[in-house]
């Protein structure tokens, strides 16, 4: 038809454009909530794969809708539906049956209750491997509710019944340790922390159980072992510590009687061997410690710190307090060998990892079991002396770790020592002098290792050489008869004056003439009133003929090194030289 143009070019549909410019970016929102369901529902790739399905297993039908752009609100709520209450529905269900067993049940075979808790266990066992491909949340809770039902059905034999089923407790050991080894197993192959801590703490129950030293003990060590290895195979910090944790309630639980089995809460008097086993824990512990972490150039986790103080802090302080109570004619010795454990365990840490946490942990505990054995194999207060010079290995050891923190801990502590000697005494004593003899020899230490000790600053040595500075010739007042003090000070300044030759330290050239400055005080204040007049004589020449000496060495020291001193400035003469 003239005027009228068909056009042949095919026509595309209204918003065809918009859907293929539009297509990457639905294709990625896909994707992003792909990936929300999946770590939602805690799975790999690879268990998504398996499953069949290519974003997770089959879920709830409702639930892949329902989570299409959930807001913090809604993914609360699903959080709390779908988990929480499955979690919590869980453990009430196997609370409710665990009481259940524990009932009397009077009128039935004693056996029965267990046989039922068995049934119901492997029961549980079934619904959970059915529900692993559709709810696999609520399979994962039942099979830990079926674990600790098994547990229990078996404690049940021999446990809350009138008559035992099981009457002989080694074979009920047996069997519970066959339990927990199963569950430990399961644990390990579905990658459940919780499920492991919570077999773990069954195992020292177990251990009460036994109530028997070797299997108790036994049991308790062998807990922590598998401990230190479902921690490194789970890759679950927490697990270790919780493992020498439950080891060392259970064996104070046990040391003290076992109250749990109706025994009266007493003091065990033996085996002795028993407190070589705490050791044998911190071994555990220190072993996993080498051989399965990596020392990391930025410190300790959380969890190594924690295993730590467990271990470490934990162990003594239930061997202090068996040593007190049980063992007391053996204090010394245990506590000394806790000193030598511990402190082994500060060099292994600071030479494995160079560890600054966990060495002054175990380092401090080894010198508090080292004071400790001190002062309860010492009479007081000839223990002070000994606690005195203990502060020498305790710097010595503490330049090797390159910890201030313990050279300033042993400081505050030197002093409380020393104070607390004064107050004790009575008198003091020549014994004393020891105590300024250590401080210098601290001082000393500290400066030939100052660089390992990356001490920037004097304030350390400056604080042990100004103690003794001021105990030594109050120990001396105290050690000769008051005529001759001057004179003995004036041999501690000639001492120090010697000290600053051969070491080439100016320090102990002030400390010389400080001590010389307390003489004259002291000749011009007491000696010249108080003394006769034949020792007046002797200290006041001794006095002169040693200032005389000190300016003559001055002297001939700045004309040895060329320094003169500071010109004074004078009005220049007139020319006709008035």
């Known amino acids: 038809m003239e005027g009228r143009h068909v056009s042949t070019m095919p026509q595309q549909s209204p918003g065809a454009d918009d859907l293929s410019g539009h297509l990457p970016e639905r294709l990625i929102r896909i994707e992003a909530r792909i990936a929300r369901l999946e770590k939602y529902l805690d799975l790999t790739p690879d268990e998504a794969r398996a499953t069949g399905h290519p974003s997770g297993p089959a879920v709830d039908r409702a639930a892949p809708a329902a989570l299409e752009g959930v807001g913090t609100g809604e993914t609360f709520e699903f959080e709390l539906g779908q988990n929480w209450f499955a979690k919590v529905g869980i453990v009430v269900l196997a609370l409710g049956v665990v009481f259940l067993l524990t009932l009397p049940h009077a009128g039935l075979p004693s056996w029965l209750p267990s046989l039922a808790g ?16 559709s709810y696999l949340q609520i399979s994962r809770y039942l099979m830990g509710g079926a674990l600790l039902l098994l547990y229990f059905a078996v404690l049940r034999l021999s446990f809350f019944g009138a008559v035992p089923a099981l009457p002989h407790r080694g074979a009920l050991t047996c069997l519970l340790l066959g339990v927990g080894v199963v569950n430990l197993v399961v644990a390990a192959r579905r990658q459940s922390t919780h499920l492991a801590a919570t ?25 922590c072992a598998g401990a230190m290895h479902l921690g490194r195979r789970l890759k679950a910090a927490v697990l270790p510590g919780l493992g020498l944790g439950v080891a060392l309630l259970a064996h104070a639980i046990w040391a003290f009687g076992n109250p749990p089995l109706g025994h009266p809460m007493r003091a065990i008097t033996g085996p002795e061997a028993s407190l070589a086993v705490l050791f044998l824990y911190v071994g555990i512990g220190l072993a996993g410690a080498l051989f399965w972490r990596v ?13 730590t103080v467990v271990s470490g802090v934990g162990s003594y302080l239930l061997l202090l307090l068996l040593t007190l109570t049980s063992f007391k004619a053996r204090f010394v010795p245990w506590n000394l060998a806790a000193s030598l454990v511990y402190l082994a365990c500060a060099i292994a840490f600071w030479m494995r990892f160079r560890s600054h946490f966990s060495t002054f942990v175990f380092a401090m505990l080894g010198y508090g079991a080292m004071s400790a054995a001190i002062v309860h194999g010492i009479a007081l207060p000839g223990a002070f002396v000994w606690l005195c010079w203990e502060s020498i290995v305790v710097v010595s050891t503490a330049v090797w770790f390159r910890s201030r923190f313990i050279v300033t801990a042993n400081f505050v502590i030197f002093l409380g020592i020393f104070a607390a000697y004064l107050l004790s005494a009575g008198a003091v004593t020549p014994v004393s002098i020891g105590f ?49 003090v001057s ?39 007491v000696d010249l009133v108080a003394l006769s007049r034949t020792l007046r004589v002797v200290s006041f020449l001794a006095l002169g003929v040693t200032l005389l000496a000190v300016s003559m060495a001055y002297s001939r020291r700045r004309a040895t090194t060329g320094s003169a001193p500071p010109a004074v ?3 220049p003469a007139a020319p006709d030289g008035t």
């Open 118 to 133: 068995l049934g119901l266990a492997g029961g549980l066992v079934a619904v959970s491997r059915q529900l692993r491909t």
């Open 199 to 223: 077999h773990l703490a069954l195992g020292g129950a177990t251990a009460l159980v036994a109530d028997s030293p070797v299997a108790t003990l036994g049991i308790l060590v062998a807990v």
């Open 295 to 307: 020392a990391d150039a930025q410190g300790e986790t959380p969890g190594e710190m924690a295993v």
């Open 436 to 484: 300024g003899l250590v401080a210098l020899a601290t001082a000393r230490i500290l400066n030939w290792q100052r660089d390992r000790l990356e001490l920037r600053t004097e304030v350390m040595r400056n604080a042990y050489l100004a103690t003794a500075l001021f105990v030594i010739p109050y120990s001396v007042y105290h050690a000769v008869p008051r005529g001759l």
């Open 487 to 525: 004179l003995a000070w004036l041999g501690i300044a000639a001492a120090y004056y010697v000290a600053s030759r051969i070491l080439n330290n100016a320090k102990y050239r002030w400390m010389a003439l400080l001590t010389m400055a307390l003489t004259i005080v002291w000749v011009f204040t």
């Open 569 to 571: 400035a004078t009005t």
